[in-house]
């Protein structure tokens, strides 16, 4: 063996075989293994356990022995025949192993070599000859010694192409783990060539492979030598694995270290240039950081948190990637206004002044917040509620919190909340991630500079949901003043105290807002304005306004109220002002248009040029006669304001069949079937003929099919269209009316009151009919609004008869069988 070789216990590299005494480690021909197979196996053999290492027939290994047993029967054999029997220990841990303690198959050995050790260890080469296993031990003393029974391979091949090629890839596989594995030199790969039996090919590889101890005599176990080969197939293919990836492991850290080292190299010159330009370095910008930070009137958690996070930023390298997160993360900090707010106006009469100016009407929003404004006044420290204002498109809900925060001398911010559906936008991404962004709630307050501005979250219905979140779920902590004090962002990552903050929130549907959202917040209702309200407001505000974006003055274009009446009803509907200030703004650039054109032109416009200009009129509310039975008004509610709706019932003969048409939902179709139902069980009192129902079908149908129509406020006026059909009783004239109706003919309130009132007025209706509960309703109007209108209140059906049918019959009535 060459003078510079550590032989090691546990296995024999391929090292080991390449040496300068090679010839001691002869590579097996095919000769060499007939010869062992002719050599017959000793019926008794003293047995040599191996703590960490499995032989296989024909390889050669070195092994030490340090034990006094082990060491006695290498003497021995070395002076006899030089043949034992090698088996694995099942524990290596065991120094005086027993049978229980040992592998009962082993391999017959040959001492080839016995060397002595400078630290008194006795070092043994050994050959693999035959397998064996144990019948018995006979010997235990001075060392183990045992009768055996020779284990015969199994080396037909069923299919030798198959079985050839997995030897070739067990030839393959072991030059790559050669090639792979920089601790094996090249040279190995001749002895891996030259190996010209197949068995024994099968043997080395396994024995030198990087495989426990369990796994080596599981392979050695195995009797047929094409499974031998295709287990040590297998664990070739593992190992070559583990070094491939090792390797590219090893590279890619190469790669990243040299990277860095260069990065560093290169900002520390970097740095050195930028102090000779007279620039700013980075270590100057934390300190810029760290001065700016003791300005700040943050609470200890906040400095603490800002600390510990520039001192992380201190130790991270300028280039690298989370650098600049890091850095914009205490950015924010820095800009966002921590314990800084505005000073409150405590003026009264100006803050009156200011909504009155910019809102006519909104009575009851503007006594809510002059009476907040009082207790303010009087506390000083009030946590600031959250208003919610619903109602109908263009009354003025999102203006009027730019008015409230100019009459409390706030800052203002609008967020738009209309088809959010990311929980991230309101509670911002974690820093984690890539291009994240607090939410908007804390940029909004970074832009106002304040930590107490009025708030206006402008569509809070319209939120939607995905598989981000639910934003309205995140906005439950955001409008509830126990536990908006602190606000946790994401991004933040620390509590912000929003309890200052007024927030205002704007809607058109109620019932499109999650209930928990809701009970935070008070509910304000802004109703539709009244004509005389909306001529009053496009003189004050919308005629003036256009004017001035047309670049006109008041002295071009005139508008009479007469006018301006006859543009909100021929050319509006709607309860806001949004579509009149359209109507409005074309009116405006037929002026404009003519005196660009240096054309003449009326200023003082007549009612004649306003149908010229904004085209033929539309009376699409206007009351219709009652001369037909079944007709009747009903008062409906929609999302732009009050409307009439006619209900339509016509007879004709058949079985007493309810047909329904004018896409109604589910809950008007149910209201039509509960009238006639009552009608059915009280059709003497109504004074109806029971055969009449019998011998006729009905047809009830609601006008303008395309829209669809739902809701249980026109139980009353069904029930009242079917008994005008069933009696041919003329409907009192200029009458509309509103009521859910029961099987017991009670009448139930409804909602949307004022805009129904409305909806009337503009149809020139006279008379209403409305239950009982609804008194109330009427009493918070304003007197102005019901001029002109008598309301008859009612609790049952027989009630809205005696009131809304006549005694007399239409022209051309049916004669009824």
Not at 188 to 206: D, G, P, T, W, Y
Not at 760 to 775: P, T
Not at 800 to 815: C, M, R
Request: charged share 30%; aromatic share 6%.
């Amino acid at each position: 063996m060459s003078k510079s070789k550590i032989i090691k216990l546990d296995s024999l590299s391929f090292q080991d075989i390449i040496s300068e005494d090679s010839e001691l480690i002869p590579l097996m021909t095919a000769e060499d293994e007939e010869i062992i197979n002719k050599e017959s196996v000793p019926e008794s053999l003293p047995i040599l356990p191996l703590r960490n290492t499995v032989l296989f027939p024909g390889v050669v290994i070195p092994i030490t022995a340090g034990r006094d047993k082990s060491i006695q029967l290498i003497k021995d054999a070395n002076k006899g025949d030089k043949i034992i029997g090698v088996v694995a220990q099942r524990n290596e841990e065991e120094e005086v192993p027993k049978l229980q303690d040992i592998h009962t198959t082993g391999v017959v050995a040959q001492i080839l070599r016995v060397l002595k050790m400078p630290d008194g260890n006795t070092t043994v080469i050994i050959q693999g000859k035959k397998r064996f296993e144990i019948n018995e031990l006979t010997q235990t003393e001075p060392y183990l010694k045992a009768t055996v029974k020779e284990v015969f391979e199994n080396k037909e091949i069923e299919n030798q192409k198959e079985f050839d090629a997995i030897i070739d890839s067990i030839k393959e596989q072991a030059l790559e783990v050669i090639k792979e594995n920089p601790m094996l030199p090249s040279e190995a790969s001749f002895a891996i060539k030259n190996i010209q039996s197949n068995s024994f090919l099968v043997n080395f590889i396994a024995s030198n492979m990087d495989l426990s101890v369990m796994q080596k005599q599981v392979i050695l176990e195995k009797d047929n030598l094409k499974e031998r080969a295709l287990l040590t197939l297998k664990n070739l293919n593992k190992e070559l694995q583990k070094l491939q990836l090792r390797n590219d492991i090893q590279s890619k850290t190469r790669e990243d270290l040299d990277q860095q080292q260069r990065e560093y190299y290169l900002n520390q010159q970097l740095k050195t240039i930028q102090e000779e330009l007279g620039g700013v370095s980075n270590d100057q910008e934390l300190e810029e950081m760290r001065k700016q930070a003791k300005t700040k009137k943050w609470t200890k958690e906040v400095g603490e948190t800002f600390d510990k996070e520039l001192a992380r930023l201190k130790r991270m390298n300028p280039q690298a990637a989370e650098y600049g997160v890091q850095r914009s993360y205490l950015e924010l900090m820095l800009e966002l206004p921590w314990g800084i707010f505005s000073e409150d106006k405590f003026d009264l009469k100006h803050a009156t002044k200011v909504l009155d100016r910019d809102h006519f009407g909104l009575e009851k929003v503007k006594e809510r917040i002059i009476e907040h404004l009082a207790v303010l006044k009087l506390r000083n420290d009030m946590k600031s509620p959250i208003i919610c204002l619903y109602g109908p498109p263009g009354v003025g809900k999102t203006s009027l919190g730019r008015s409230v925060a100019e009459s409390l001398g706030r800052k203002y911010v609008r967020m738009s909340l209309g088809g959010l559906r990311d929980e991230a936008e309101i509670r911002g991404h974690r820093k984690t991630y890539i291009g994240a962004m607090p939410g908007r709630l804390i940029q909004n307050l970074k832009k106002a500079g304040t930590s107490n501005p009025v708030f206006v979250l402008d569509e809070i219905d319209k939120l939607g949901q995905s598989h981000q979140g639910d934003p309205s779920s995140a906005m439950l902590e955001v409008l509830d003043p126990e536990q908006n004090e602190a606000f946790y962002d994401n991004y933040l990552e620390v509590g912000y105290d929003l309890s200052k903050v007024l927030f205002i929130a704007t809607a058109n549907n109620l019932g499109q807002i999650p209930w928990a959202l809701r009970d935070r917040m008070e509910i304000i209702n802004v109703t539709g304005y009244t004509i005389e309200e909306k001529i009053e407001i496009a003189k004050r505000h919308l005629l003036p306004k256009q004017l001035k974006e047309h670049g006109l003055s008041s002295k071009d274009l005139k508008l009479g109220k007469k006018q301006i009446e006859q543009i909100v009803e021929g050319y509006t509907r709607e309860s806001g002002v949004r579509g009149l200030e359209k109507q409005v703004a074309k009116v405006v650039r037929f002026a404009a248009k003519s005196i660009a054109l240096e054309e003449e032109y009326e200023v003082n416009l007549s009612s004649e040029k306003v149908e010229e200009i904004l085209g033929t009129p539309r009376n699409r509310d206007k009351y219709e006669t009652n001369d037909v039975a079944g007709v009747v008004t009903g008062l409906a509610w929609t999302s732009v304001g009050g409307d009439i709706l006619f209900i339509e019932s016509i007879l004709s003969k058949g079985k007493g069949n309810l047909s329904i048409t004018g896409n109604l939902g589910t809950v008007m179709k149910e209201s039509a079937t509960i009238a006639l139902q009552y009608i059915k069980s009280n059709a003497e009192e109504f004074g109806i003929k029971p055969e009449v129902m019998e011998k006729y079908n009905v047809h009830i149908h609601v006008p303008e099919g395309a829209t669809p129509k739902d809701g249980p406020s026109a139980g009353i006026t069904m029930l009242t269209s079917l008994i005008s059909s069933y009696t041919q009783r003329k409907v009192k004239n200029k009458l509309a009316m509103t009521g859910e109706i029961t099987l017991r003919g009670k009448v139930l309130p409804v909602g949307g009151i004022k805009e129904k009132i409305l909806a009337a007025k503009r149809a020139n209706i006279k008379e209403i009919i409305l239950c009982e509960e609804n008194r109330k309703d009427i009493l918070e109007i304003k007197e102005s609004y019901l001029k002109g209108l008598t309301f008859h209140y009612v609790s049952d059906m027989k009630q809205v008869i005696d009131i809304a049918l006549t005694k007399q019959k239409v022209k051309n009535a049916k004669k009824l069988v």
